[in-house]
């Protein structure tokens, strides 16, 4: 099992990633808050990973903290959710944001998060319930004061819709979080921009 890997950052097309560890390249696919937290291409990063072994591929996953692997796994267990889903749910909302809706019972914010409908809602709330209390009230936020890094993109804007399709956007939807947005912004700004429109629009 990799739980956690250190090495050189050498490429970052959201969802998707690779580091180099001394020679070797591991490609991970991140939520967007682990990818926005990540410093420039070339310099040594750190991440929990979680392995998903499949009949068809071993697939990584990486994380900025133990938190955020620690509620992907715990989302995972829940009937019906699936690696892809974790990841859009840990894409679109932080964590404490997400912890408050599942013990608020708050189905209509949930049901804003691509792929997840009233039934998938209802069940991260019964099913994830019980298993938060010892989360609230921690320090389970992405570390502050990380400023997302720029990396070197021929169509921002393309690859910042590429990416929100990947996270189960249709492209309508994906295309409609982009709309009016800056074209100057970097790819992870338009994708965090994009994804905190989901609950304002």
């Known amino acids: 099992m990799i739980g956690r890997l250190r090495g050189t950052l050498l490429e970052k097309q ?7 560890v001394q020679g070797v390249g591991y490609e991970l696919e991140a939520s967007m808050n682990t990818l926005l937290a990540l410093p420039g291409i070339g310099e040594t990063v750190q991440l929990h990973t979680h392995l998903s072994i499949r009949d068809d591929a071993h697939l990584l996953y990486g994380f900025i903290d133990e938190p955020e692997r620690a509620l992907f796994r715990a989302l995972v267990k829940v009937n019906g959710v699936g690696p892809k889903l974790a990841l ?5 909302m932080e964590q404490d944001q ?7 019972s708050d189905v209509k914010a949930l049901t804003r998060l691509p ?32 400023a997302p890094s720029t990396t070197p993109a ?14 189960g956007y249709k492209p309508t939807e994906a295309s409609r979080l982009l709309s009016g947005l800056e ?5 992870e700004a338009l994708i965090k921009a994009a994804l905190s429109r989901q609950f304002t629009g």
């Not at 959201?14 to 180099?20: Q, S, Y």
């Not at 997400?98 to 608020?104: A, E, K």
């Not at 021929?154 to 996270?167: F, K």
């Open 14 to 20: 959201p969802p998707w990633l690779v580091i180099d």
């Open 98 to 104: 997400f912890i408050r809706c599942v013990m608020d």
């Open 154 to 167: 021929s169509d921002p804007r393309g690859d910042a819709e590429a990416a929100l399709v990947s996270l």
């Open 88 to 92: 859009a749910i840990l894409s679109g």
């Open 115 to 146: 792929g997840v409908g009233k039934k998938t809602a209802e069940r991260l709330i019964v099913e994830m319930q019980d298993r938060f209390p010892h989360w609230v009230g921690g320090d389970e936020t992405l570390p502050a004061g990380q």
């Open 183 to 187: 074209d100057e912004l970097s790819t």
